[in-house]
């Protein structure tokens, strides 16, 4: 099956730092989506990115199908961005989840 | 509002019992999945369903079942069967669209083992 790989795995960072989180996969994909788990568990929908370019506020995200890897690009970071970062690629209807990017952002 | 509800937040199984977690979403999406988290862990699907009536396992079905009788619901049974049951079960649902599929995530439910 499809592995996903994430890098890296921890990341803490002064607030106001810029930081790059990675996710290589090993095969074709249908979907790439990255998601934002808070401290409480819940998951957020960041970007719906199977390629191409997207930007929402300090969040960015870029995918090259063709290599097999995305970046989310967080800029300016704040104490609220911590929490752990996945990215999950589909094919034929299954996800497959990364083992994440824990991000601690300090004040 | 719409969105994805699950119940209970947290449970507590006995040794040999099976209990069961429930999703409800009104977003009148076709797609639920339900997944499995332990600590420190990524992701991983036990079971999909695409439509009312049809499911398919997913990388770590064994000890779990669902049911799909009503769009709106995707309850899931963790058995007797499943040895190390404790984790964080996620429940999600997805829609495609012309822009691509995003998949909404419940608050998820916690499950002990007493």
């Known amino acids: 099956g499809i592995q996903v790989e994430q890098s890296p795995p921890d990341l803490i960072l002064q607030e106001g730092a810029n930081s790059t989180l990675r996710c290589n996969f090993s095969?074709?994909?249908?979907?790439l989506q990255w998601f934002h788990q808070n401290p409480w568990g819940q998951l957020i929908n960041l970007f719906y990115i199977p390629s191409g370019t997207k930007q929402n506020g300090r969040l960015s995200a870029t995918t090259v199908a063709t290599e097999r890897y995305s970046l989310l690009y967080i800029s300016s970071s704040q104490t609220t961005d911590s929490g752990v970062y996945f990215c999950a690629v589909e094919r034929t209807y299954k996800y497959i989840f990364g083992t994440g990017t824990r991000l601690k952002v300090l004040a | 509002d719409g969105g994805i509800t699950q119940s209970p937040k947290y449970l507590f199984r006995k040794e040999g019992q099976n209990v069961t977690l429930s999703c409800e979403q009104n977003?009148?999406?076709?797609?639920m999945y339900w997944y499995r988290q332990d600590p420190g862990q990524g992701l991983r699907l036990i079971y999909y369903s695409q439509i009312v009536n049809d499911f398919q396992k997913g990388d770590i079905a064994e000890g779990y079942s669902v049911s799909r009788e009503k769009k709106e619901s995707f309850p899931l049974t963790v058995t007797s069967a499943q040895k190390n049951p404790t984790a964080f079960y996620l429940c999600?649902?997805?829609?495609?669209?012309?822009?691509?599929?995003?998949?909404?995530f419940g608050p998820g439910t916690r499950l002990l083992v007493l």
């Open positions: 095969d074709s994909v249908n979907n």
């Open positions: 977003l009148n999406h076709d797609a």
């Open positions: 999600a649902s997805s829609s495609r669209t012309g822009y691509g599929e995003t998949q909404y």
